[in-house]
């Protein structure tokens, strides 16, 4: 039971453009949702948080917003800079599981030139 | 700068052997750790949580048996793949939070890619 999503498993954006990548859950209890990079071959770096009691929360060029009627969340990143090229994956986490996230399935952002 | 250290980055073994990966905590003391594994291009899945000073709670499904976690001081946590096979070939990471609850990120180890031949 996959209960954070991404449904798309990739994504091509121009430099210079907004990327958008989505992501949705399924447990209401989710409290605290995050946003991770990751590189092959490496460890996921931590980006950007939102908790449920906020509907937008913005850090340079990232911005997360989450709607929680929708149990929907994006990452904004504008502009897309052709450094930005990984795989993104969004996390999930309740207060009673004590920092135990559940990831996503990622989202491969793909910044050309 | 890295702020959780994973060794080794990448072990290839043959079938059968026993393979210890170290997860430590650079500089903060962590009372709790967590392992994860990655299938390629599948998400992180959480195996177990590693709780200093007691037993690893394992996710459902995860041998407690095969995969050992010890979790001996504040800032090292390992796990060893005993009597490793090929199916146990994977990208295993390590995280840890500074502080374990509050809405504080985990930090990630750059993982360890473990090939079983």
């Known amino acids: 039971d996959q209960q954070v999503k991404q449904n798309s498993p990739s994504l091509s954006v121009q430099e210079g453009r907004i990327s958008i990548l989505n992501c949705d859950y399924t447990?209401?209890?989710?409290?605290?949702f995050l946003w991770y990079k990751k590189y092959p071959a490496e460890g996921p770096t931590f980006l950007i948080s939102?908790?449920?009691?906020?509907d937008k929360n913005e850090d340079g060029r990232f911005t997360v917003f989450l709607n929680k009627s929708a149990k929907h969340l994006s990452l904004h990143i504008v502009p897309s800079q052709p450094g930005d090229s990984a795989v993104y994956f969004c996390?999930?986490?309740?207060?009673?599981?004590?920092?135990?996230?559940?990831f996503g399935t990622g989202t491969r952002l793909q910044v050309t030139l | 700068g890295a702020v959780v250290s994973q060794h080794p980055s990448w072990v290839i073994c043959k079938s059968g052997t026993s393979v210890k990966i170290e997860c430590r905590s650079l500089?903060?003391?962590?009372?709790?750790m967590f392992w994860y594994r990655q299938f390629p291009k599948q998400s992180l899945m959480l195996m177990a949580t590693?709780?200093?000073?007691?037993?690893?709670?394992?996710e459902q499904g995860v041998e407690k048996d095969k995969f050992l976690i010890n979790h001996a001081s504040l800032t090292l946590s390992t796990l060893t793949v005993t009597s490793a096979h090929p199916e146990d070939s994977s990208f295993y990471i390590c995280?840890?939070?500074?502080?374990?609850?509050?809405?504080?990120?985990?930090?990630f180890g750059d993982g360890t890619r473990l090939s079983i031949l």
């Open positions: 995280s840890a939070g500074k502080r374990a609850t509050g809405n504080q990120p985990q930090h």
């Open positions: 996390a999930a986490r309740w207060t009673g599981t004590a920092s135990k996230l559940t």
């Open positions: 447990n209401s209890m989710f409290d605290y």
């Open positions: 500089d903060f003391q962590a009372t709790t």
């Open positions: 939102i908790s449920s009691i906020k």
């Open positions: 590693s709780n200093e000073g007691s037993k690893a709670t394992y």
